[in-house]
C-alpha cells in the first residue's frame, strides 16, 4: 500500500468528520433556541401571543367599504 495516499485519505476522512461535527453542533444550537422559545411561549398567560404565533397571517389587515 502506498502510504502517502493512506496519509491522505486518513486526512479527508479527518476533515469530513469534523465537519460533520460542525454542522451537527449547529443544528443542535438552532433546536435549543426553538426549544427555549417554545418554552417560553408555552409558559405565557397571553392568549393573545399564542394565537398570534400559530396564525401570524391572521388580524393584520381590515377590509373597510364605505
Do not use: Y
Not at 493512506?6 to 451537527?24: D, F, I, P, R, Y
Not at 411561549?41 to 397571517?57: E, F, G, N, V
Amino acid at each position: 500500500m502506498d502510504i502517502a495516499l493512506m496519509s491522505m485519505a486518513l486526512s479527508q476522512g479527518k476533515v469530513q468528520q469534523e465537519a460533520s461535527m460542525s454542522v451537527m453542533k449547529m443544528a443542535m444550537g438552532n433546536v435549543e433556541q426553538q426549544g427555549e422559545a417554545l418554552q417560553r411561549l408555552m409558559t405565557t398567560t397571553d392568549t393573545s401571543a399564542i394565537q398570534r404565533a400559530a396564525q401570524p397571517h391572521l388580524g393584520g389587515n381590515i377590509d373597510l367599504k364605505l
